[in-house]
């Protein structure tokens, strides 16, 4: 589970994003050093922000703002797009996100925008002083307010003076994390109060799972420890890249690149993934990866495939982890979680009893407590679990989905979020096709390996199977305030049919049968198209405020961009979101 990252608003740097795409009728073969050198210049941000302006009537940016560029997007066939994010009167909106669509000359094409409302709030003037928003922050998490920020808060409908402040050591958050609370700056209302951290195990799936009595007893392979040093050369240079080898829980026995510091010393650290490293967080509940501890070793032979050597955590942390960043690599051309060439970091053994995983922005890396000894008995660093969580970390980067609203347990709701859920499920999943390891066979399925009594937690053809988080397969109006994961299923479920279609079919060892709102039959596209079509939809047409009849409209330009309107593609898009009943006539 994610959470809505209200606080980070504004990063004024621009990021490339050389993506690989399908060949199609509207897209040729590039070179890549050609898309990189287009996009790297500072024209295409400043045509972009001088076109929103000009064209404020559409994109909705007027006096007072400032435009910050996050990601500049460069098409093969020339074609830009640049993503911002806003400031009124030098204070962050919130939920004032856009993309600017430009030609290959920089002329105008369109916007995509996150508030269809002008974003100047009625006063500038706070009624509420700073320290009286930081108590209020402080009462309702239950934890030590930092610092309050004047911002506008425009997420729900229009623009309002709100301070937002930073909690941590919340008692509201699993393992003591932060909090961000939006408080208006003029009632005092409390606008929202989100967990800082993602969750994989929300409170509603938790609760659900003690009410039934039920243990997640995740299936670990038998590895053994591994024999034999790999990658020793007579380098007398150091660091240097090694070659070792490592016996996991839950992936067999994997190949592991590594630093090698001196003759009989190596590190945890892939310096062929831009230095990505998993280090122990020893129990305690760390939000800094530099006080985490490192892992070495003295033979390059890591773990022993059970949970009494505190390395084997690590073994599949580190595993997954690189295999989600060789996906992403390998299919778009994606440079680490933020496209930016940096590597990602994990910590496990985190917190006492901790029955969960993370994506925490904060620490800019993925936690992974060891269970809880009651529910959970083993750490969640199962491969769909860690490609579902780094993909929250790529939608941050991009999108930064959030949900409509949080309840004071924690649950998320809204189709913004949902999607953001869907996403994470849909790329985790193509993360183990891309993967392909036997010790985990891939497929359509979420969860497969934690041991639940309906032998997974969600799963892509027929979402509504789920009987633990209640998933739906097709939209319906109470989808606009629906539990996040629950909610999920709809898109996930749009995702299925365009890559394999309606119907019965079995793939590797699973048997799907996916069916459709109106009896339709739907013939799929392939999942290389499908996981494209995606992927374009989520990193050029997609905002904060995305719901599902938005992401319809997201995929079709996606897939007319690469395929041709008229495309067959393109065709099977309208047709897998009709069949969840997401349509242009339903829309609001």
């Given amino acids: ?20 795409l399908p060949t199609g009728p509207a897209f040729a073969a590039a070179p890549d050093s050609s898309v990189r050198a287009a996009a790297s210049a500072s024209s295409p941000v400043d045509a972009a922000r001088a076109a929103a302006f000009a064209h404020a009537s559409a994109t909705g940016v007027g006096q007072g703002d400032t435009l910050q560029a996050k990601d500049v997007m460069t098409d093969p066939d020339g074609k830009q797009h640049v993503r911002f994010v806003r400031t009124h009167l030098g204070m962050p909106v919130l939920g004032g996100d856009l993309v600017v669509h430009l030609g290959k000359q920089s002329d105008y094409l369109g916007v995509t925008r996150a508030a269809d409302h002008v974003v100047q709030p009625a006063t500038t003037e706070a009624k509420l002083t700073p320290q009286q928003a930081e108590q209020k922050a402080a009462t309702v998490a239950k934890g030590d307010a930092g610092a309050a920020e004047l911002v506008v808060d425009a997420r729900d409908g229009a623009a309002a003076l709100a301070y937002q402040v930073r909690v941590t050591d919340s008692d509201t958050a699993e393992a003591g994390g932060s909090r961000t609370v939006v408080v208006d700056a003029r009632s005092g209302r409390i606008r929202s109060n989100t967990p800082d951290s993602d969750e994989f195990i929300s409170p509603t799936l938790g609760e659900t799972l003690r009410e039934r009595g039920e243990q997640l007893n995740p299936e ?4 053994a420890r591994p024999t034999g040093l790999l990658g020793v050369t007579a380098a007398t240079t150091y660091p240097v890249k090694a070659t070792g080898s490592g016996a996991s829980l839950f992936a067999g026995k994997v190949t592991l690149t590594t630093t090698r510091t001196a003759r009989t010393s190596y590190l945890l650290k892939d310096p062929t993934r831009w230095n990505t490293e998993t280090r122990d967080a020893r129990g305690q509940e760390l939000e800094a990866f530099a006080r985490g501890k490192k892992f070495t070793d003295a033979d390059n032979k890591w773990g022993n495939g059970a949970t009494s050597s505190r390395v084997t955590a690590a073994v599949d942390a580190q595993y997954g982890i690189t295999k989600t960043l060789d996906f992403y690599k390998a299919t778009f051309g994606r440079k680490g979680i933020k496209n930016n060439s940096a590597g990602a970091r994990a910590m496990v053994h985190f917190g006492n009893k901790v029955g969960n995983a993370f994506w925490d922005s904060t620490c800019g890396c993925m936690l992974y407590g060891d269970g809880d000894g009651d529910m959970l008995k083993k750490p969640l660093v199962v491969l769909d679990v860690t ?3 780094l993909t929250h970390g790529v939608v941050d980067a991009t999108a930064a989905l959030e949900p409509t609203r949080v309840d004071r347990e924690g649950n998320q ?41 309906q032998k997974f937690l969600r799963r892509l053809d027929q979402p509504s199977l789920d009987k633990l988080e209640g998933a739906v397969d097709y939209w319906s109006p109470e989808a606009y305030d629906t539990e996040v994961h629950a909610g999920s299923g709809v898109s996930s479920h749009a995702y299925y049919l365009l890559a394999e279609g309606s119907g019965r079919k079995t793939i590797g060892d699973v048997t799907y049968d996916s069916p459709t709102y109106d009896g339709s039959r739907v013939a799929g596209i392939g999942r290389a198209k499908a996981t494209a079509i995606f992927y374009r939809a989520l990193t050029r047409y997609m905002v904060s405020t995305t719901d599902f009849h938005d992401a319809r409209k997201a995929t079709l330009k996606a897939a007319a961009d690469m395929y041709g309107a008229s495309s067959t593609e393109y065709k099977t898009v309208a047709k897998a979101w009709a069949a969840v009943n997401v349509t242009a006539a339903n829309g609001r």
């Fill in 1 to 20: 589970m994610r959470r809505p990252h209200i606080r980070r608003v504004a990063i004024a740097v621009a990021v490339t994003t050389a993506v690989t």
């Fill in 413 to 453: 709701y809204g189709e913004p979020g949902s999607l953001n859920e869907s996403l994470a499920d849909i790329f985790g999943s193509a993360v183990e096709f891309s993967a392909n390891n036997p010790k985990n066979p891939p497929n359509y399925l979420v969860g497969e390996k934690l041991g639940l009594a």
């Fill in 387 to 389: 490609g579902h969580e």
């Fill in 220 to 223: 670990t392979g038998t590895s």
